[in-house]
Structure formats: C-alpha cells, structure tokens
C-alpha cells in the first residue's frame, strides 16, 4: 500500500502562481511513477504531469506546458508541481497519484490521493 498526502492548494486570481506538493508513504518502492492529475465540475479527470522518481522524463499535458513544472525528491518520496501563470480553466481539484510503471498512462495510476482544490479567479 502507498498513501500519499498533497498540500498546496489554495485561491489565487489569474496569472498567480501555486506549488502543490505530495510526500508518499509505505511500499513505494513499489511505485515509482508519480503524477498530477486534475478533475473540473463536469469534466472527466486528465493527466497534467507525470514523472518517474529518481529517473526524471516528466510529462505535460499540452495545456499546461511551460506554465506547470514537476519535481520530484526521490530521498523524500515526494513530487510538487509548481504551476505558473494561473489561468482560470486551471481551476479544478488536483491529485497526487502513484503508479507502478508507465508513468505517462493515466490507466496505470492505482494510488490516489485526497486531492487539493486550486481555485483560479479572474
């Protein structure tokens, strides 16, 4: 089992900044792919960002690249997304999710955070 915990959410207007971060605990040895997703009232959850624990090779979605940057501290078992340039349809609840391999295939995700609200106003 893996649990993992994101903080960093918050309430910031347009072109704003936030750094999410989530810290991963138990068998994550395991699990070394980490990932941020995203989920919008009504919309079905996308992947933001992705990236392999002491291996690097991140992945964006299209809508946040060069605006989102994923980071990852191995020795904590930790990852943070820091999200440049708030837009408001970043607005979404974010999640912290860990995989065991294919770390850019959201179907391989089996460990889910609580997820963290971001809230982005115009």
């Known amino acids: 089992q893996v649990q993992l915990v994101e903080s960093g959410g918050g309430s910031v207007q347009a072109g704003g900044s936030l750094r999410l971060s989530c810290v991963a605990s138990?068998?994550?040895?395991?699990?070394?792919?980490m990932g941020w997703f995203r989920q919008a009232p009504g919309k079905e959850r996308e992947m933001v960002a992705s990236v392999y624990l002491n291996g690097g090779n991140p992945f964006y979605a299209d809508s946040v690249k060069g605006r989102f940057t994923i980071s990852e501290d191995n020795g904590r078992d930790a990852v943070y997304l820091q999200m440049d340039n708030l837009k408001p349809e970043d607005t979404a609840m974010y999640y912290c999710?860990?995989?065991?391999?294919?770390?850019?295939?959201?179907?391989?995700?089996?460990?889910w955070g609580q997820g963290t609200q971001v809230i982005v106003s115009s």
């Open positions: 138990g068998y994550t040895y395991n699990s070394p792919c």
């Open positions: 999710a860990a995989a065991p391999m294919g770390c850019h295939r959201q179907d391989n995700y089996n460990y």
